[in-house]
């Protein structure tokens, strides 16, 4: 088994930073890519932004230039570096990440448990 365990998110103000963490743990022989989703009330989970583990990334366009993916392989983890934050980035944030385990012939898809990030004055 595997778990994605998350932190870094809370209350900031617009304009404001915050940077997000999701560790992997477990049966874990590779990590073929990580990102970020986020999940506004009333609204579909959607991509923020992508690491693949030959380092492409890919970002939405709300958020391009604002935030940063990055990855430590050593440690299994990546992590969401977000700034100029705006009330429209108010979500649940989940960690996810793509993972062959020992034994596994293919990669599954794991899911954190979701950190509440909420910008407001």
């Known amino acids: 088994q595997v778990q994605l365990v998350e932190s870094g998110g809370g209350l900031v103000q617009p304009g404001g930073s915050l940077r997000l963490s999701c560790a992997a743990s477990?049966?874990?022989?590779?990590?073929?890519?990580m990102g970020w989703y986020r999940q506004a009330p009333g609204k579909q989970r959607e991509l923020v932004a992508g690491?693949?583990?030959?380092?492409?990334?890919n970002y939405a366009d709300s958020v391009k230039g604002r935030f940063t993916i990055s990855r430590d392989n050593a440690k299994n983890t990546v992590y969401l570096q977000m700034n100029s934050l705006k009330p429209e980035d108010t979500a649940v944030y989940y960690c996810?990440?793509?993972?062959?385990?020992?034994?596994?012939?293919?990669?599954?898809?794991?899911w954190g448990q979701g950190t509440q990030v909420t910008v407001s004055s």
């Open positions: 690491l693949t583990s030959g380092g492409s990334t």
């Open positions: 996810n990440a793509h993972i062959t385990g020992w034994g596994d012939i293919d990669g599954y898809d794991y």
């Open positions: 477990g049966n874990i022989f590779s990590i073929n890519a």
